[in-house]
């Protein structure tokens, strides 16, 4: 079933109003799941495939989970990377989009163009607005989400003053006690599905009912914090994730995008500290790490008795300045690294490594080369030359 762009959302929205049930939409690429009978999950089982799609399942125990379960993550949770090929080129961006509040009073402007289309799957006894917003705060923790955004930049993977390195994203919206959401979702339906077309962004849409129907006090079950999970555990099995990453899309055809390399940040003076006792001093201290990284925490007490210090520092990005170049105007980009105690200065090791190496090479080279002429001229010649030549007559 191809992607329609004007009647996605709102078919999208009339579609969750007809039943109790949470509807989760997947878009990925060209087209979508169009089976008539989507399977039905309970919400601690759409946690961990909102969690494997936006790659931090590190925070999100499975379990007991049963077989179906499990197989309806690996289905829905997207592509497992692998440590042999460049995620950081062959992943798109990820975005959980969460609206709450959907109704045939709230979504009336929508419901006018209302289509059926049918989602990957269902959420059975969906959770009330409370719950739904505290879980979508705790994914954007998580995540080590960028600043909040309006929603037009909020959407779009390449801002990269919104957005994190790693590429992931989870937003909440409540159609109840904004009236303007509708308007904002109408405007942005185009630009996400040419993000998805172009394998630019995957974008799962998840429609809660006005009411949710579980009374449980933990709808979506437990799961860790990162202030929770021991620093040892995080160092083995997440040793990417607190560290922001380079971006992973593509350019985008229809616009010229630079990266945060060209924030309005103030530059440091002096040599700032590598450690800073807290988030919030670190992000004052650092200019917010001069608009090139994020802090995070590099190790913390491990107990009572342990009086080290809590270190916060910055966490570089390399960021991408994306450009048109040659005659064709073909699209290019170029990659800055930065370095530093507040990512201020550029990191030009790479570079000096390879003019360096390339230099002693060719000294090498040249300096064995001329040695051989040298010792090549210094033999002597051999006597066959002069044996037939007759000696000079008297």
Known sequence: MKLTSRLLLP??????????????????GHEWPSTSKPPTLS????????????????????????ESAIAHINTFGGRQESIFQDSARDKAAELVLVVQGVSSKTA??????????????????PPASKSNLRFVEDLQRQVGQGRACVLADDINPFNHMCWNGRMTKAIHLNLSTDSDVVTDLMDVQER?????????????????PESGSSKSSK??????????????????????????????????SDQVTT?????????????????????????????????????????APTSEQDKTQPCYTCGCVPTEEHFLEGRERKPAYRITYWGGAACQKKDVSGPFWLFAIFTVVMVGLISWSVGLLFSVGEEKLPGVIGAGVPSKSR
């Open 108 to 125: 009336e402007p929508l419901l006018s163009a209302w289509s059926s289309i049918a989602p990957a799957f269902t959420i059975s006894n």
């Open 219 to 252: 709808p979506y079950g437990s799961y860790e914090m990162p202030s929770q999970v021991p620093i040892g555990r995080r160092q083995v099995e997440e040793p990417m994730t607190d560290l922001p990453v380079a971006s992973s899309t593509a350019f985008a």
């Open 192 to 208: 996400l599905i040419t993000f998805a077309k172009n394998s630019e962004m995957n974008v799962m849409v998840a429609l809660m």
């Open 259 to 299: 990266s945060n390399a060209s924030a309005p940040f103030e530059p440091i003076t002096g040599v700032p500290p590598v450690c800073h006792t807290s988030l919030d001093l670190c992000t004052s201290s650092t200019n917010e790490c001069s608009g090139h990284g994020e802090c995070y925490l590099k190790y």
């Open 43 to 66: 919400p601690e089982e759409a946690r961990l495939v909102f969690a494997q799609r936006l790659g931090i399942s590190q925070y999100h125990g499975i379990g007991d989970a049963s």
């Open 11 to 28: 078919a999208l929205i009339g579609a969750a109003s007809a039943t109790s049930d949470a509807k989760v939409y997947l878009f990925q």
